[in-house]
C-alpha cells in the first residue's frame, strides 16, 4: 500500500549569526546551510497494517508523513501511496488518503462541525446516500450525538478532535496518516481517539502510520513500528521484539506491609535487584527475566509482601535505550 525507498527532504536554511553587526553583514552575504530533515529512508507499509512512526522531536516524522500526503515534494527518492506518486496530487490519490494533525485544524472554527462534513461531502464527491451512512457510522463510532451541530469553536478540545476525525474519514480513506492525533487530549479522551483508530482499521481494513508522543497509543495501537532519528531509520520491526531487545528485563513492583514502622528499606531490598524506587509501603525492582521467579520466591519469603506483580520496563525507557544505542554507534571511533 505504501512504498518509500531513499525518500529524502533537505531544506536550505539561511544561517542568523549572533550579533548586530554580523546580523547587518548577513543582510548583505547571506549564508545558508542544509538540514537534512529526513535523509534517505526506505520502508514500506501493507494494506490494513497499523504502524508506529516514531522519533524524537525533530526527527523527521512530520516531514516524512507530509511527503506521504503530498503537501511537500521530496528532494530526492521516490513514493507511492495506493499505487500514486503522492506529490502529483491526483484526484484518485486525495481520495484515498487522509492526513489528520493534532496541532491543526480543518473544521471552520465559526460554524458548526456538520457544515464541514457537508463542505467536504462536495469536496470530495461522496454520493449522498453513502455520505449519510459513513456520518451516522462515525457518530455512533465516536459517540459524537449533538456535538456535531455546535459551533467548533464551542467544542472542548477533546470534543473538537473526534470531530476533526470524523471530518477527515468522511470520504472512507484507506490510508491514514496520523500525526499525533491525541495530542493535549485527557487520559480517557486519548482512549476513545485509539478505539476508534482501531475500529476503523478494522471495518475499512484501512492502513495507518502514526506518530505520538504518548506511549500508551504506541503500545496499544502499534504491534509494528518505524522509529527515525536525525533523519535516518534506527529500527523496523515489531515493537515487542524491539523491547525484548533494548531492555530484556523485567520489574517487580511490591506493596509491603508497614507495620508500626516503615517498612523494609531500600538498603533491605538491593539483596534483590536493582531498586528503582522504594517508599513506605511500595517498592519497584528490577531484575533479569531468567531471575524473576527466583528472585519473587525469595521476597515472598523474606519480606512483608501483600501484593506483587511483574512488568515489562515502561516504553520510554526502550525508546531512550534505542536513540543511545543508535547515536552511539553514529558516533566516529576515537
Ligand atoms: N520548513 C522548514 N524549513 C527548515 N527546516 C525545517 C522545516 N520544517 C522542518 N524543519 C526541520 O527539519 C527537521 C525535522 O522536522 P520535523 O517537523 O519533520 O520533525 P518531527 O520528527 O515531526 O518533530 P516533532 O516530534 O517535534 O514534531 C527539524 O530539524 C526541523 O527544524
Request: proline residues 6%; hydrophobic residues 45%.
Amino acid at each position: 500500500m505504501i512504498q518509500v525507498r531513499a525518500l529524502a527532504k533537505h531544506y536550505r536554511v539561511a544561517r542568523r549569526p549572533p550579533g548586530l553587526a554580523a546580523a547587518v553583514r548577513a543582510l548583505f552575504h547571506r549564508t545558508y546551510e542544509t538540514v537534512r530533515a529526513v535523509d534517505g529512508i526506505d520502508f514500506s507499509v501493507g494494506e490494513g497494517e497499523r504502524v508506529g512512526f516514531l522519533g524524537p522531536n525533530g526527527a523527521g516524522k512530520t516531514t516524512t508523513l507530509k511527503m506521504l500526503s503530498g503537501l511537500l515534494h521530496p528532494t530526492a527518492g521516490d513514493v507511492t501511496v495506493a499505487g500514486h506518486v503522492p506529490r502529483r496530487r491526483e484526484p484518485a490519490f486525495l481520495k484515498a488518503i487522509t492526513l489528520v494533525m493534532g496541532q491543526k485544524q480543518q473544521l471552520i472554527w465559526d460554524l458548526p462541525p456538520a457544515e464541514t462534513f457537508e463542505l467536504n461531502r462536495a469536496v470530495y464527491d461522496i454520493p449522498r446516500d453513502r455520505f449519510q451512512e459513513t456520518v451516522a457510522e462515525l457518530t455512533e463510532l465516536l459517540e459524537l450525538g449533538p456535538l456535531v451541530q455546535k459551533p467548533t469553536r464551542q467544542l472542548s478540545l477533546g470534543e473538537r478532535m473526534k470531530c476533526e476525525l470524523a471530518a477527515a474519514l468522511l470520504h472512507r480513506p484507506r490510508v491514514l496518516f496520523l500525526d499525533e492525533p491525541t495530542i493535549g487530549l485527557d487520559v480517557s479522551m486519548q482512549a476513545t481517539v485509539r478505539q476508534f483508530v482501531k475500529a476503523y482499521n478494522e471495518r475499512y481494513g484501512a492502513s495507518v502510520i502514526l506518530t505520538s508522543h504518548y506511549m500508551e497509543d504506541v503500545l496499544q495501537l502499534c504491534p509494528r513500528v518505524v522509529v527515525i532519528d536525525h533523519g535516518r531509520i534506527i529500527y523496523d520491526g515489531d515493537l515487542r521484539a524491539l523491547a525484548h531487545r533494548m531492555r530484556p528485563d523485567k520489574r517487580i513492583v511490591l506493596r509491603l506491609a508497614t507495620g508500626n514502622g516503615a517498612g523494609p528499606s531500600g538498603g533491605d531490598l538491593a539483596r534483590f535487584g536493582q531498586v528503582v524506587s522504594a517508599e513506605p509501603g511500595s517498592a519497584t525492582l528490577q531484575v533479569a527475566a531468567e531471575e524473576v521467579s527466583a528472585v519473587v520466591a525469595r521476597l515472598l519469603a523474606a519480606m512483608p509482601v501483600t501484593d506483587l506483580t511483574v512488568e515489562d520496563p515502561p516504553l520510554e525507557e526502550v525508546f531512550s535505550e534505542l536513540f543511545r544505542a543508535s547515536r552511539r554507534a553514529a558516533e566516529p571511533a576515537k
